[in-house]
T-cell receptor, first 119, second 112 residues
Framework: GAVVSQHPSRVICKSGTSVKIECRSL??????MFWYRQFPKQSLMLMATSNEGSKATYEQGVEKDKFLINHASLTLSTLTVTSAHPEDSSFYICSAFSLDTLAPYNEQFFGPGTRLTVL | KNQVEQSPQSLIILEGKNCTLQCNYTVSPFSNLRWYKQDTGRGPVSLTIMTFSENTKSNGRYTATLDADTKQSSLHITASQLSDSASYICVVSRSNDYKLSFGAGTTVTVRA
């Protein structure tokens, strides 16, 4: 399957700082990227949907000014956690998706995740 | 209410034994159902994907079934290995917006 990378894999930051997480599709062009957050022993929760060249669509309850998403190209989306607080500590996972109307289904490929710890 | 329910929440099995995980869903309109394996601290990795017309699909020792009429799926692990210890997540995709609905996962622990 296709490869999606995330960088960094782990980050520790002080409260009040901003952290940028990159999501790259390495061998295909992703029309859409999704950002998820996962707390311990819970399933993935969709935060936002990012389409190349347009503004991200955020899920209810997710602050768009706090979680800035930029999808500047078909292979790169970034999530910036602004003014991070300890409650933002979580596992952030992206997925990349390419709409192929000829395919029986459209696969989403997940990145390996980024563990954010805010002190 | 979660539209994808998985059971059991967790299970422990001995190495070499088989196990079956269950998934019920109410997601509509249905596009496809996927089973993912997620190791601790890692992103989910796809095991199987089934569309409406597919009843079963295998990937090595993993076999998934789908009954689209009753909206139920199962994942069978044969001859379990220690490396099968992970969380197994049932995910259903909608056909109108491609968003994924995730089950809470079943944590499988394989012991020697």
């Amino acid at each position: 399957g296709a490869v999606v990378s995330q960088h960094p894999s782990r980050v520790i930051c002080k409260s009040g700082t901003s952290v940028k997480i990159e999501c790259r599709s390495l061998d295909f062009q992703a029309t859409t990227m999704f950002w998820y957050r996962q707390f311990p022993k819970q399933s993935l929760m969709l935060m936002a949907t990012s389409n190349e060249g347009s503004k991200a669509t955020y899920e209810q309850g997710v602050e768009k000014d706090k979680f800035l998403i930029n999808h500047a190209s078909l292979t790169l989306s970034t999530l910036t956690v602004t003014s991070a607080h300890p409650e933002d500590s979580s596992f952030y996972i992206c997925s990349a998706f390419s709409l192929d109307t000829l395919a029986p289904y459209n696969e989403q490929f997940f990145g390996p995740g980024t563990r954010l710890t805010v002190l | 209410k979660n539209q994808v329910e998985q059971s059991p929440q967790s299970l422990i099995i001995l190495e070499g034994k088989n196990c079956t995980l269950q998934c019920n869903y109410t997601v509509s309109p249905f596009s496809n159902l996927r089973w993912y394996k997620q190791d601790t601290g890692r992103g989910p990795v796809s095991l199987t994907i089934m569309t409406f017309s597919e009843n079963t699909k295998s990937n090595g020792r993993y076999t998934a079934t789908l009954d689209a009429d009753t909206k139920q799926s199962s994942l069978h692990i044969t001859a379990s290995q220690l490396s099968d210890s992970a969380s197994y997540i049932c995910v259903v995709s909608r056909s109108n917006d491609y968003k994924l609905s995730f089950g809470a996962g079943t944590t499988v622990t394989v012991r020697a």
